[in-house]
Structures are given as C-alpha cells and as structure tokens.
C-alpha cells in the first residue's frame, strides 16, 4: 500500500491516511453561522468517503470577521450544540475534524457585519470604501477571540483547530508588507509582523491545553509585488513551531489578485498539480513539524510522490471533494483515475444564490444523459 494510505499523526490526534480534506466554504450554515444537517451530511460523507483528516470550513470567530453569507461560526456558546452534531456526524465514520479559526479582516463585508471591515493598516488606494484600522485594544480583542473560539471547538467535541493566516485574511494581512504599514509593535520587522500570530497560538493553548493539536494555514507567499515572501513566511513557520505550533498547511495567492490565486483554474495534468510544492523546501528546512501541502492536487501518483519523497507528511484537497466526497476510497479501491473535478470553480456560484456549494459541471453533466 503506498505512504498517501498509510496513517499518520499530529501531535496527539492519530489519523487513518495521509489525506486532508482543506478548509472550504460550504455556504450550508445558518445566517447566525450555527451548523444545518445539510452541512453535517457533508462532512460525513467525506468521513465516509476515506478522508482522514477533515478541516472545516473558516469559522468566524467574532461578528465583524464573518467572510460570506452562510459562513460557520464559532463567536459564542450557543453555536456549541449544532457543532457538537457535525463533530458527532465525523467521528461516527472513524475520521477526524479540526476546525479553521478565522477573521476575514479586509475580506468582511459591511453588507454582512453591519460595520467597515478592521484592517491591519488603513492608507490612501486601499479600498473605495470605509476601512477601520485596528488599535491595540481591538487587536487584544481578536487574540481572545481565538482563544474562545479553540475552547468551544474543544467543548463541541473537535479534534484540533487550525489558525487561519493565508489568502489576504486578517492575520495574513499582519504578514503580508502589502497590508501591513503599521509602525508600532505590530509592523515592521518580521517579528513584529508575526507577533499576533504568537499571541493567538498563546490565548489558544491558554485555552484549550498544551496537548490539543493546532495547525496553521499559512501563505509560503504571496504571489504579488511587495508581498510576503518564502523567506519571511518560512521563518515565522518556524517562530510558532518553537512556540508548540503542531503542523503547517502550505498554501499561497491572495483573493483579491497576484500572480496566482490560492484556487487556480485549468489543473489538467500532473505538471500543473501541487504548485505550491517547490516552496515546501524552505518550510522543511525552517521546522521539523508536520507538514501539509494543498494546491491543484489531483492525481494519486502526484499525492504518492510527494509523501514518498518527504516532501510533505501530508496532502490536502478542496475542491475535488466537493464533486467526490468517495474520492479517497476510489483510490483505495484502485481506481486510478484522476479526480473528476475541472477546476472550473463554478462550484462556489450556488453558494452565493443560498443553495450551498456543489459540482456545477457534474449536475451539468447529469442533465444531459
């Protein structure tokens, strides 16, 4: 059997495979965030379907953070009950779930949370519309945020939490140079740049112990001009792996432009796949914790020859598994096709009209048989 099905672990939590199932937005929650049977369905049948590691969709961690409509939340303790079903509906298929703690920053519509989205640095040409730069006070807020959040993840039976710092996100924002101009504690060096990010790591084992995993996905860089770089984005990987960071999820781009986006068009062959690989060197030599790799995977020879090389200890997968939740079992079973899915990204359309997301192309497809 090749290393991709072998199991593995993070830190405490032991897992059946080498597959990750990489934080989407599925647009099946409630308008307060809170969890719906249909987004429980999902995630067990991905749990069915072979995945070993299932990492939620980004949850909000506070009101003003919320991305999109219909987005998971976890910013209070009445959302705890309907998570509890969705982490009951996981484990009930032997897999484990870890959930995404987020704050959309820049990316948090007024349109949704009522008030101007809180940037890390408010200067002229950065947005048409109103931005609130954050003060200290509200970045102290947003740090015990986090560490709320992990703690009613932990009370809602999950099995870990990753922090989100990628894709133009607030804590990306905190990297990223284009963001960040701030000259207090908080901009400038990369160590300041890196700070939040410290002082999250520290409120969440605060809150949730010393042995509970927490990941982080984080840009390897930013694909844009004056962006966070390799370099920069190794070394704060390995400030947080010395500070008892569990593992790394590898990705890149920015949502809103740079030379490649975190969810790419067209990957129809293998030399397209993984193309955030060649930046995992940096990551290996920085740290010596669990690394997982997302980006266009998909094709099992691919997802075999970058866990058999060492090049990463794991493969993460988000948009083939909206088609097909079975794909890993597919595989298992020795069909080697690659996944089915086009990479056309047509499947976060129905999420926006409230219908949550699903394979476009497939339904097409479907109807004309």
């Known amino acids: 059997m090749s290393g991709v099905f072998e199991s593995g672990n993070i830190a405490a939590m032991a897992l059946s495979n080498r597959f990750v199932r990489s934080a989407t937005w599925e647009g099946l929650a409630t308008k307060e965030g809170a969890v719906t049977p249909k987004l429980s369905q999902t995630m067990r049948q991905l749990s069915e379907g072979g995945v070993g590691l299932i990492i939620s969709g980004h949850t909000y961690v506070m009101p003003d953070g919320q991305a999109s409509p219909w987005q998971l939340g976890v910013y209070k303790d009445e959302l705890i009950d309907g998570l509890k079903e969705m982490t009951e509906a996981v484990h009930a298929a032997?897999?484990?779930?870890?959930?995404?703690?987020?704050?959309?920053?820049?990316?948090?519509?007024?349109?949704?949370?009522?008030?101007?989205?809180?940037?890390?640095?408010?200067?002229?040409?950065?947005?048409?519309?109103?931005?609130?730069?954050?003060?200290?006070?509200?970045?102290?807020?947003?740090?015990?945020?986090?560490?709320?959040?992990?703690?009613?993840?932990?009370?809602?039976?999950?099995?870990?939490?990753?922090?989100?710092?990628a894709h133009g996100y607030l804590l990306s924002q905190f990297l990223s140079p284009i963001y960040n101009r701030r000259t207090d504690e908080y901009g400038g060096s990369l160590a300041n740049r890196a700070r939040i990010h410290l002082e999250v790591l520290r409120a969440i084992r605060v809150a949730v112990g010393e042995d509970f995993p927490v990941l982080i996905k984080i840009n390897c860089q930013d694909f844009a001009e004056n962006g966070l770089s390799l370099e920069d984005s190794a070394q704060a990987a390995a400030f947080l792996a010395a500070a008892g960071l569990d593992a790394i999820e590898v990705?890149?781009?920015?949502?809103?432009?740079?030379?490649?986006?975190?969810?790419?068009?067209?990957?129809?062959?293998?030399?397209?796949?993984?193309?955030?690989?060649?930046?995992?060197?940096?990551?290996?030599?920085?740290?010596?914790?669990?690394?997982?790799?997302?980006?266009?995977?998909?094709?099992?020879?691919?997802?075999?020859?970058?866990?058999?090389?060492?090049?990463?200890d794991y493969v993460a997968m988000s948009r083939p598994f909206i088609r097909e939740p079975g794909l890993v079992d597919r595989w298992k079973s020795g069909d080697l096709r690659r996944a089915e899915c086009a990479s056309d990204n047509l499947c976060f359309r129905p999420g926006i009209d409230g219908e949550g997301i699903y394979c476009v192309t497939e339904k097409r497809q479907s109807a004309k048989k």
Do not use: W
Not at 95 to 123: C, N
């Open 94 to 165: 032997d897999a484990k779930i870890v959930m995404q703690l987020a704050h959309a920053g820049f990316f948090a519509p007024e349109a949704l949370t009522g008030r101007p989205p809180k940037v890390v640095s408010d200067f002229e040409g950065l947005s048409t519309s109103p931005r609130t730069q954050l003060l200290i006070p509200d970045i102290e807020e947003i740090v015990n945020a986090y560490g709320q959040g992990a703690a009613r993840a932990k009370s809602a039976g999950f099995d870990g939490v990753e922090i989100h710092s």
């Open 251 to 312: 990705s890149g781009g920015m949502l809103n432009g740079g030379k490649l986006s975190p969810s790419r068009p067209g990957i129809n062959s293998e030399e397209k796949e993984a193309y955030f690989s060649k930046d995992l060197q940096a990551f290996r030599k920085a740290t010596d914790i669990p690394l997982i790799l997302v980006g266009g995977l998909r094709s099992l020879a691919v997802c075999e020859r970058l866990i058999q090389t060492g090049q990463a």
